[in-house]
């Protein structure tokens, strides 16, 4: 397209993914003290899950797959309830 002088644009370089790493939505991570959790499906409801951050970019973060399987599902979203649970909050 044609750009004009002053113009703000919006880009993306895609650079390349490390070995042994996942992309995850930045909506899909949540911050726990200092460790990143996701919030892996399982038959009974999420377990959480520690992830390393290896880097972060437009709306996503390039984690360690270590503690991750290929067919994991993890939630997205409004994660604070998760939490909540992870952390005792709202039981009685």
């Known amino acids: 397209g044609?750009?004009?002088?002053?113009?703000?644009?919006?880009m993306y370089i895609q650079g390349s993914q490390p070995k042994?790493?996942?992309l995850i939505p930045s909506n899909?991570?949540?911050?726990?003290?200092?460790d990143y959790?996701?919030?892996v499906r399982t038959?009974?409801?999420f377990r959480?899950?520690?992830v390393q951050v290896l880097e972060e970019r437009s709306k996503i973060f390039i984690v360690n797959a270590q503690n991750l399987h290929p067919n994991d599902s993890v939630?997205?979203?409004?994660?604070?309830g998760l939490k909540g649970m992870i952390n005792n909050l709202g039981e009685e």
Request: charged content about 15%; overall charge positive.
């Open 2 to 10: 044609n750009y004009h002088v002053g113009e703000m644009v919006e």
């Open 20 to 22: 042994g790493s996942v």
């Open 28 to 34: 899909a991570l949540i911050r726990n003290g200092k």
């Open 37 to 39: 959790l996701v919030f």
């Open 43 to 45: 038959p009974k409801g």
């Open 48 to 50: 959480p899950v520690v």
């Open 75 to 80: 939630a997205v979203g409004s994660l604070i």
